[in-house]
């Protein structure tokens, strides 16, 4: 059973945006911290930002005012807002749950790729 589904990757180009989503199981989001991973060709995946349960955010300094992470307790659903998206920016994205228990759910992963 697929428990986290990522869709909005896709090309863009340098200064534009994207929006990724991540919806998820129910019993799966109520429960966690959700958060947004990345991972560029040769190097390690990166928290790239966090919304908790109660709504608190945090973000990596280098997407610090540039992405906006949210969430939407209705849809069971977490967004990723990218502005002026920048060449470093290109990387897999993968969607992040770390429930109560301590235990870590992902997707699959999207792709951004950002152009010059």
């Known amino acids: 059973q697929v428990q986290l589904v990522e869709s909005g990757g896709g090309l863009v180009q340098a200064g534009g945006s994207l929006r990724l989503s991540c919806a998820a199981l129910g019993s799966i989001f109520r429960s966690s911290d959700m958060g947004w991973y990345r991972q560029a060709p040769g190097k390690q995946r990166e928290l790239v930002a966090r919304?908790?349960?109660?709504?608190?955010?945090s973000y990596a300094d280098s997407v610090k005012g540039r992405f906006t992470i949210s969430r939407d307790n209705a849809k069971n659903t977490v967004y990723l807002q990218m502005n002026s998206l920048k060449l470093e920016d290109t990387a897999v994205y993968y969607c992040?749950?770390?429930?109560?228990?301590?235990?870590?759910?992902w997707g699959q992963g999207t792709q951004v790729t950002v152009s010059s």
């Open positions: 992040n749950a770390l429930n109560i228990w301590g235990r870590y759910f």
């Open positions: 919304v908790t349960t109660n709504g608190g955010t």
